[in-house]
Nanobody, 125 residues
Framework: QVQLVESGGGWVQAGASLRLSCAAS????????MGWFRQAPGKERAFVAA????????YYADSVKGRFTISRDSAKNMVYLQMNSLKPEDTAVYYC??????????????????WGPGTQVTVSS
């Protein structure tokens, strides 16, 4: 059984930082892309960041570029999202996801096969 579990969410003030972690178990994901998405109340799930199997190729939504950094430790089946200079508009439930495809677009939620339950991030002004 595949499992993804996020941690590290919380409540912070604008300008602060948080580091989200995603632990993958049940399968070795070192060869596949992984991503972070977020969903704010009343909005659709949106792409945040993704990282290819090599840990070098990374992708970011324009809204987080320069503030967020995605990384992975394939040996530990872990993916991280370092979030700096947080803004109130970053408030959302953040989800970790994994895709078994190396060809589907990493920015689309429909490309992903496995999802974690999510972790809440709240940024106050």
């Amino acid at each position: 059984q595949v499992q993804l579990v996020e941690s590290g969410g919380g409540w912070v003030q604008a300008g602060a930082s948080l580091r989200l972690s995603c632990a993958a178990s049940g399968r070795t994901f070192s060869s596949y892309p992984m991503g972070w998405f977020r969903q704010a109340p009343g909005k659709e799930r949106a792409f945040v960041a993704a990282i290819k199997w090599n840990g070098v190729n990374t992708y970011y939504a324009d809204s987080v570029k320069g503030r967020f950094t995605i990384s992975r430790d394939s040996a530990k089946n872990m993916v991280y999202l370092q979030m700096n200079s947080l803004k109130p508009e970053d408030t959302a439930v953040y989800y970790c996801a994994c895709t078994a495809s190396r060809t589907l677009p990493v920015t689309s939620p429909s490309s992903y096969d496995y999802w974690g339950p999510g972790t809440q991030v709240t940024v106050s002004s």
